[in-house]
């Protein structure tokens, strides 16, 4: 749902010196020569359904399982915290280590249709594979790029689990592997500016067509690709107009096709149809964006449940997108 | 056309100011939003000289450039080159093109008016992982304060700027754009000063600094090693290798613990015991004050379990000068700070009221090495300062270390333990040993009553087992006297010296079997009356060892060793001693040793045909004893225990009228070992009356002994006997030392002949006919048989 929100004054800043009546004759002018107003804000609304909070340190991302089981990447508690659909507690797997099964510092999250979990084991340098009950699977250990060590922060899974892509912060790539032998297949993109170059990518999502969303952090936007990596399009700038972005963290899309991106700095989440802005997640009750706590991490459910990772607020927040 | 116009607006813009305004490269591909173009509009405005009240001309621009669609619906392409004004506005949030140069806020986001580039938020936006994860380093619950002034009185130097609140801020600290701390740009920091060897963090906590004379721990430091495990929690050393610094303990960004520390100080103060892993036996000891005293504080007013085991005595920060003392000192001060530190607790009203200094103690506050000893235990100096052995004296902490105490078993049970000694007494006395070492050769002999087995308890009820070696016989606190005796004081009928001893070796006593029968060496007798010089120790009456006094057990013996020429423990309790150990001060034997330092002039039998190791190896004293068992002496005196009480003489007295001429025919008869020097006529007419008066000095050349014949002490009127004219301790008269071992026929001129017997023989009362007389009491051919 689209909704025109107001009009934003052109000469805010102070008032005309030079000849009021003149300045204000060139602004009905110039509006009359624009086909809208110059300033709206678009809002996607949703409804708040429930936060979970269980003592978490600086959380970084969600996935849930097509039972409705909510996992979250506790990353600074160096653990994945399971909760039932409604936000209850169910269990944790991981403790701070090396080992299998433990981990140092995790990120990012995905899950396949089977409900593996797939997790960025950012500082051990690995994407380790569970159970939906957390019983540790199997683990991609990542090589070094030209000496510099992998920094995966993010993963996306295909729904067959068959292909992972997994982001490597540090060296500004992706690689591409093959989850039945394990094998690298691809490794996509480099450090840079233009198309798919990256500057410190970090989240990724993956769409029903399998197209891929990466979010280039210091870029400030997110760049679509398909699964052979190939350039499609960039959504978003830099800025803080809408469509912009300050510091682009988490991406995610719905049923719908739209590309949900937030900026944990602006403390928004921008929507995008086919790489345009298109709204902004905002409460349509009050009739406002709605602003969050340092959003990271997204994920949107096929009941179209938006899933917020509030990092520094220290909660996931829950929401039904209102169609 | 109007997108030449701008071409041609942007090529106006002067380099330097392009710095700070995003300037758009990429020729045909460039392309401006809507957005974009108000930008522009306004920036190219700015610098064609526009003053802000004269917008007009810029919103006519803007309107010119929004008339073209081919620019506002242009393709996204990517820019070959990063704008640098983004590259700031990315801290520098309110640089942003809306804020910055529109003065307004987006759809998005309110206006930025104020400076937030230093702000934690600003920095947790690329530090949250996306970028560089500092998530534990820095945004947990332990870190360096920001948003917070700081801490009043603290001079913050001008290079760390605070923000307009005059907070502390990220940015106080760091900078994005880095200063060089040395030549080169590896050397780049993100910090605004070295902080190596923490040099920056001390820049502002100068209270801190200036080690224990300024009541904080000791920085700079390299005496303890940093152990693997601290450094594993993040311990940084400094430049020098274990070099203690700041970071040592506290981690600025990142700490799982109380003021950013890298370990936990509370509870158990792990942290402390990281590097000082001595201490950590006084954890769950009385010491321990979470548990003997749980509601207790120390200066800063923090009960144990707040301040940690460690911060109950001592503060790492704000401490005493003392030992970091965190604890109040005693109202009296003893004048010595390393005891005030004890006193504080074990004083009438502290926490260890039940333990403190009363009745007698050993010696504190003197010096050690004034006494000669040189423990391996710390001495302390009056302002309570560890230092060198001749500069300090002992105190409390020289034999306690209150960090090495006993356990208390659950219940509070407090088990056997060493009394937070610094060295164990028992079984071994190692403590008392540093400065008594000679002393503490008693282990493992007789008189270590925890080997001998004894159930004996001191006056304190204390078994051996408790007390150890030394304390059976001596305490060290609580004495009832000053010469600090462990034994019963009361009943006491000998003086100190003898009583001690007496205390066992008395028929009900523990060395029941070792008891001393009428018949000894006299004690309680001062030598220097006797005309005996000594060196071995003598004793007053209230048992205080000096150079004078009078003669006790412990003036031969040395109850501490065995054996004296051994200092190395070989004795096992049990072994039947002889002259050559026995707990002697000096042997008897094979040489007369001890005997002769008193008795020096009788020592000279030694090597003589008096010295039975010579003439008769295998004859037996009275106590079985050979000579090379009981010494020359034994042979013929026995010190404890014989039979006769004159002389204590040793053998089975010969024939004759009087005790004196008994003793020497011991041997000298037909049937003993003497046989060959029997004089056949060996008796003066008795009952003469002859007279020595001027002749009974001994040590005079003309001495000339007379002695009663039952007794053997020396008269002035008497009869003559063998030793009137023999000195059987000294072959020639002439000679001061032993024999040569030869078995020599004697002469008139030695023969155990006294002086006056070899200068007057006879002479001086027999006049010419001497010799005749002579021959006639010794001659049997001129006189005939000697009637034995």
Redesign the interface.
């Given at each position: 749902m689209k909704r025109m929100v107001g009009w934003?004054?052109l000469?805010?800043?102070?008032k005309?010196?030079?000849?009021l009546v003149?300045?204000g004759l060139?602004?009905l002018?110039?509006s009359l020569?624009?086909t809208g107003p110059v300033?709206?804000?678009d809002l996607t609304t949703v409804t708040p359904l429930f936060d979970i909070q269980h003592n978490f340190?600086?959380p970084?991302d969600v996935a849930v399982a097509g039972d409705g089981t909510i996992y979250v990447v506790d990353?600074?508690n160096q653990c994945i915290k399971a909760f039932d659909s409604n936000g209850k507690f169910l269990f944790l797997f991981g403790q701070a280590g090396s080992e299998p099964g433990q981990f140092h510092?995790p990120?990012g999250m995905d899950i396949d249709g089977a409900g593996r979990l797939y997790v960025a084991d950012?500082?051990n340098h690995r994407v380790q594979i569970f159970s939906a009950k957390g019983r540790f699977l199997n683990e991609i250990k990542l090589k070094f790029q030209s000496g510099k060590a992998p920094?995966p922060?993010d993963v996306a899974v295909d729904s067959a689990g068959t292909e992972i892509f997994v982001v490597d912060?540090d060296n500004h790539c992706l690689y591409k592997y093959d989850l039945g032998t394990l094998a690298l297949i691809e490794v996509i993109g480099n450090a840079g500016?233009?198309?798919m170059?990256f500057r410190?990518p970090?989240?990724i999502s993956m769409d029903r067509d399998k197209y891929l969303y990466i979010?280039d952090?210091?870029n400030?936007r997110v760049q679509e690709m398909t699964r052979d990596g190939k350039f499609v399009?960039?959504i978003g700038?830099?800025?803080?107009?809408?469509g912009?972005f300050?510091?682009p963290?988490g991406v995610a899309v719905d049923t719908l096709g739209m590309v949900y991106v937030s900026?944990?700095?602006?403390?928004?989440i921008?929507v995008f149809d086919h790489?345009v802005f298109h709204s902004?997640i905002g409460d349509g009750k009050k009739g406002e964006?709605w602003r969050y706590n340092?959003p990271?991490g997204l994920f949107i459910d096929k009941k179209d449940r938006l899933y917020v990772v509030q990092?520094?607020a220290e909660r996931v927040s829950v929401f039904q997108i209102n169609r | 056309m109007h997108f030449h116009l701008i071409a041609w607006l942007a090529e106006q813009v002067p380099d330097s100011l392009s710095q700070s305004h995003e300037a758009v490269e990429g020729g045909t591909d460039t392309f401006f939003q809507a957005g974009e173009t108000r930008k522009m509009v306004v920036f190219l405005g700015e610098q064609l000289g526009m003053k802000q009240s004269s917008f007009f001309l810029s919103r006519v621009l803007l309107f010119l450039l929004l008339l073209s669609p081919q620019i506002a619906l242009a393709e996204v392409t990517a820019p070959s080159n990063p704008s640098s004004a983004k590259e700031c506005a990315l801290c520098h949030y309110r640089w942003i093109d809306t804020f910055f140069l529109y003065g307004r806020g987006s759809d998005l986001v309110p206006y930025q008016a104020e400076k937030v580039v230093a702000e934690a938020e600003i920095c947790h936006s690329c530090h949250d992982g996306s970028v560089a994860d500092s998530r534990a380093r820095v945004y947990n619950d332990q870190h360096h304060p920001i948003n917070k002034p700081p801490p009043e009185g603290m001079e913050i130097p001008e290079i760390f700027p605070l923000d307009k609140n005059g907070f502390m801020q990220c940015a106080t600290c760091h900078t994005a754009h880095g200063v060089p701390s040395e030549m080169g740009m590896d050397k780049t920091i993100f910090v605004r000063s070295s902080n190596d060897d923490s040099g920056m963090c001390r820049q502002c906590h100068k209270d801190k600094d200036g080690g224990s004379d300024k009541g904080n721990h000791p920085i700079d430091s390299t005496k303890i090693k940093f152990s693997d495990e601290f450094r594993e929690l993040g311990a940084i050393e400094g430049g020098r290798k274990n070099q203690v610094i700041c970071e040592s303990c506290h981690r600025v960004h990142g700490a799982a613990n109380d003021k950013f520390l890298i370990d936990s100080a509370q509870g158990g103060g792990q942290l402390c015991l990281d590097c000082h892993r001595d201490k950590e036996a006084m954890v769950a000891t009385v010491h321990d004050l979470r548990i003997s005293s749980p509601n207790s504080t120390n200066l800063k007013g923090k009960t144990p379990a707040q301040s940690g085991i460690c911060g109950v005595c001592h503060l790492v920060h704000g401490a005493s000068e003392v030992m970091l003392w965190g604890r109040k000192m005693p109202e009296k001060s003893t004048g010595y700070k390393a005891m005030d530190l004890c006193v504080s607790c074990h004083q009438d009203g502290g926490l260890a009221k039940n333990k403190i200094l009363a009745k007698y103690s050993h010696p504190y506050n003197v010096s050690i090495s004034d006494k000669g000893m040189d423990p391996k235990l710390p001495v302390f100096n009056v302002e309570g300062r560890r230092v060198a052995p001749e500069q300090g004296i002992l105190s409390c902490p020289t034999c306690h270390d209150p960090h090495q105490g006993r356990k208390v078993l659950p219940g509070g049970v407090v088990a056997a333990g060493d009394k937070f000694l610094r060295l164990t007494n028992k079984p071994a006395p190692e403590l008392c040993r540093q400065c008594h070492l000679a002393e503490s050769r008693v282990e493992l002999t007789d008189h270590d009553l925890l080997a001998a087995g004894s159930k004996s308890l001191n006056n304190q009820g204390q078994s051996p087992a408790e007390s150890g070696p030394c304390g059976v016989c001596h305490l060290i606190h609580m004495a009832e006297e000053k010469s600090l005796w462990a034994i019963d004081s009361k009943n006491r009928s000998r003086q100190p010296a003898e009583a001690v001893c007496l205390a066992c070796h008395n028929s009900e006593g523990t060395a029941g079997t070792k008891v001393l029968g009428k018949r000894s060496h006299p004690v309680d007798v001062d030598p220097k009356r006797l005309g005996l010089k000594t060196t071995l120790p003598l004793y007053d009456k209230k048992g205080k060892k000096g150079e004078t006094g009078m003669v006790t057990c412990l003036t031969c013996h040395n109850p501490h060793q065995w054996d004296p020429t051994k200092e190395r423990v070989e004795h096992f309790a049990g072994l039947e001693g002889d002259g050559k150990n026995s707990f002697l001060r000096l042997q008897s034997a094979s040489a007369p040793i001890l005997c002769a330092n008193c008795h020096s002039e009788q020592s000279y039998v030694t090597m003589t045909d008096h010295d039975m190791n010579i003439l008769a190896p295998d004859s037996q004293n009275f106590l079985g004893q050979t000579p090379s068992q009981s010494g020359v002496c034994g042979a013929c005196h026995l010190v404890h225990n014989g039979e006769n009480r004159v002389r204590l003489w040793a053998r089975k007295l010969g024939a004759g009228n009087g005790v004196m001429d008994k003793m020497c025919k011991s041997c000298h008869n037909k049937n003993d070992i003497g046989s060959k020097k029997v004089p056949t006529v060996d008796s003066h007419p008795e009952g003469m009356l002859i007279t020595n008066v001027g002749r009974n000095v001994k040590g005079e050349s003309n001495y000339f002994p007379l002695f009663q014949e039952r007794t053997g002490k020396q008269v002035t009127v008497g009869d003559i006997s063998c030793a009137s004219c023999h000195d059987v301790h000294r072959w020639d008269p002439k000679v001061s030392r032993a024999g040569t071992g030869e078995n020599m026929e004697g002469r008139a001129t030695n023969s155990f002949l006294r002086m006056q017997t070899y200068k007057l023989m006879c002479i001086d009362c027999h006049g010419l006919d001497a010799l005749f007389r002579f021959k006639y009491y010794h001659n049997s051919k001129q006189r005939g048989p000697v009637m034995n």
């Open positions: 934003y004054i000469f805010a800043k102070g005309p010196r030079g000849g003149r300045d060139i602004f002018f110039v020569m624009m300033y709206s804000l340190r600086q970084s990353g600074v510092y990120l950012s500082g920094d922060t912060n500016i233009t198309r170059e410190y970090f989240m979010v952090v210091i400030t399009q960039f700038d830099w800025g803080v107009e809408k912009q300050f510091r963290k900026d944990s700095y602006m403390g928004v921008q790489g902004v964006l340092s990271v990092m520094f | -």
